[in-house]
């Protein structure tokens, strides 16, 4: 059964635009590069409730695919680029591990 991720970055009031920026001149591109974008369910950026959050949603065969995943693209060499310029920007982050129901549609 496949393992979702959900990462929920809380962006500086202010700062939504740059994140989007960099995101998309360095961190989409790098994924796609390096094929990391398979891994993808989609991007979104809260419109309501809690706001300035950017949320990645990423689907993986399991634990160990996920883990495998996060360990390699930290050691690809353009991340720490694209990292060092969004984490300044970020105050907070939650991920969340989910599982699909067992009925209904998968993404």
């Known amino acids: 059964m496949p393992l979702y991720e959900k990462r929920t970055y809380s962006v500086m009031v202010g700062k939504m635009a740059d994140v989007i920026r960099v995101y998309s001149e ?7 590069r390096g094929g990391f974008d398979k891994y993808l369910v989609g991007y979104f950026i809260s419109d309501t409730g809690p706001l300035h ?11 160990n695919d996920r883990r495998a995943f996060w ?14 310029q969004v984490r ?20």
């Open 26 to 32: 360095l961190g989409y591109p790098l994924f796609e």
């Open 71 to 84: 360990k390699r693209l930290a050691e690809h060499p353009d991340f720490l680029a694209f990292a060092s």
């Open 53 to 63: 959050q950017l949320i990645h949603i990423w689907r993986f065969a399991d634990d």
């Open 88 to 107: 300044p920007m970020v105050q907070a982050q939650e991920v969340q591990l989910m599982s699909p129901a067992p009925w209904g549609p998968q993404p």
